[in-house]
T-cell receptor, first 115, second 109 residues
Framework: IAGITQAPTSQILAAGRRMTLRCTQD?????MYWYRQDLGLGLRLIHY???????GKGEVPDGYSVSRANTDDFPLTLASAVPSQTSVYFC??????????????FGPGTRLTVL | GQNIDQPTEMTATEGAIVQINCTYQ??????LFWYQQHAGEAPTFLSY??LDGLEEKGRFSSFLSRSKGYSYLLLKELQMKDSASYLC??????????WGAGTKLIIKP
């Protein structure tokens, strides 16, 4: 693994189903983030984790949950998917939350369609 | 509220120079980032400004004026591979990134 990986690459999901998007990084970064990207809108933060064992809510957290059991993994779960959750989901990581030159590095994304 | 404004789309000619502007209104300021995103791909880091002035990195330069809430990304000697979206993001007082919607840059031969 080099950098950040996400799985699956794409998924079509029936409304009401549960879905977990996976994210793994091998850079030993402390902070990890989940964003969604929709046409015409900027990236919007769903949830974040400043360090293993802690998580926080971003701008659009409703309908999503996360966990951070270890440094490398940061899964995003949709408990009961709805069509408005159709989007491209990006996972990102950074060396430290709040550092002067903290730069976020992104995974390749998961394209999710909820029907 | 917090707001980042960028033009939606710009067109430029191969070999030319283009300037992409970004204005922001955020709760606090802890740095401004520019990212490049090719269609269907992830954003990749281009530049970071936290002090006023110009940061140059090869063909790309980024400028910041904190008093005006303004930044621009300058791309020189445009190449076809520069066709992409360019995202401006500001780190606010909570150290979260607030993102603009991006500027789609179209390069014509």
């Amino acid at each position: 693994i080099a950098g950040i990986t996400q799985a699956p690459t794409s998924q079509i999901l029936a409304a009401g189903r549960r879905m977990t998007l996976r994210c793994t990084q091998d850079m030993r970064h402390n902070a990890m983030y989940w964003y969604r990207q929709d046409l015409g809108l900027g990236l919007r933060l769903i949830h974040y984790s400043n360090t293993a064992g802690t998580t926080g809510k971003g701008e659009v957290p409703d309908g999503y949950s996360v966990s951070r059991a270890n440094t490398d993994d940061f899964p995003l779960t949709l408990a009961s998917a709805v069509p408005s959750q159709t989007s491209v989901y990006f996972c990102a990581s950074s060396d430290s939350a709040g550092g002067a030159t903290d730069t976020q590095y992104f995974g390749p994304g998961t394209r999710l369609t909820v029907l | 509220g917090q707001n980042i404004d960028q033009p939606t789309e710009m067109t430029a000619t191969e070999g030319a120079i283009v300037q992409i502007n970004c204005t922001y209104q955020t709760s606090g300021f802890n740095g401004l980032f520019w990212y490049q995103q090719h269609a269907g791909e992830a954003p990749t880091f281009l530049s970071y400004n936290v002090l006023d002035g110009l940061e140059e990195k090869g063909r790309f330069s980024s400028f910041l004026s904190r008093s005006k809430g303004y930044s621009y990304l300058l791309l020189k000697e445009l190449q076809m591979k520069d066709s992409a979206s360019y995202l401006c993001a500001v780190r606010d007082s909570n150290y979260q990134l607030i993102w603009g919607a991006g500027t789609k840059l179209i390069i014509k031969p």
